[in-house]
């Protein structure tokens, strides 16, 4: 069956860095990308990896590894707003996006 | 300003009534779709539709029916609602049809649904 992992919940500080992980085993691959969620709002897009190696956008990175089946989105300086969830989607080789659960980022003061 | 419109916001519905859930585009976007979201898991495709006049099955279509007469307008109706549909509904929209790599979805702000 196809899978995205991610964690459930994960707490950091303002002004810090964090860095969400998602792995993924689908059935081919066209493509990963990444949303944020706020509470009770609908999800927006932040990033979109189809190639390895690390894509740069203001405070937020991904990286994407397909030989790894890996990705991670690093979050610099913090802040409170960032609280939210990220969530982790693949396009699969019929470019279904199968979507993981989501991980909840709290940022604390 | 430019987006999806839902509605309505919340409903709560009791089980077998039948629901129509409102989903209007501005963006001139040639691919739609819902979503529902359920606590612990990944947003599930429901229906989808490429152009209009189209449609196609999600990985959850049961129970569920869309209509796309027209660019703008995609409602998702419950034909006869169980528990089991109780869930949070999102209508998305893309410039690039599902079969396009880099499609990047625009949401709307969702339909929270309760069926008694």
């Known amino acids: 069956g196809q ?4 964690p459930t919940e994960m707490t950091a500080t303002e002004g810090a860095i964090v860095q969400i992980n998602c792995t993924y085993q689908t059935s081919g691959f066209n493509g990963l990308f990444w949303y944020q969620q706020h509470a ?15 894509e740069e956008k203001g405070r ?14 690093l979050l610099k300086e913090l802040q409170m707003k960032d609280s939210a969830s990220y969530l982790c989607a693949v396009k699969d080789s019929n470019y279904q996006l199968i979507w993981g659960a989501g991980t909840k980022l709290i940022i604390k003061p | 300003i430019a987006g999806i419109t839902q509605a309505p916001t919340s409903q709560i519905l009791a089980a077998g009534r039948r629901m129509t859930l409102r989903c209007t585009q501005d963006m001139r976007h040639n691919a739609m779709y819902w ?4 606590l612990g898991l990944g947003l599930r495709l429901i229906h989808y539709s490429n152009t209009a006049g189209t449609t196609g099955k999600g990985e959850v279509p049961d129970g569920y029916s869309v209509s796309r007469a027209n660019t703008d ?7 006869s609602a169980v528990p089991s549909q109780t869930s949070v509904y999102f209508c998305a929209s893309s410039d690039l049809g599902a079969g396009s790599g880099a499609n990047v979805l625009t949401f709307g702000a969702g339909s929270r649904l309760t069926v008694l």
């Open chain 2, 73 to 79: 307008d995609f409602p998702l109706t419950l034909a």
């Open chain 1, 60 to 73: 937020f990175s991904s990286f994407l590894s397909r030989s790894k089946g890996y990705s991670y989105l």
């Open chain 1, 3 to 6: 899978n995205i992992d991610q």
């Open chain 2, 35 to 38: 979503y529902r979201q359920d």
């Open chain 1, 40 to 54: 009770g709002e609908a999800p927006t897009f932040l990033s979109y990896n189809v190639l390895d190696g690390l």
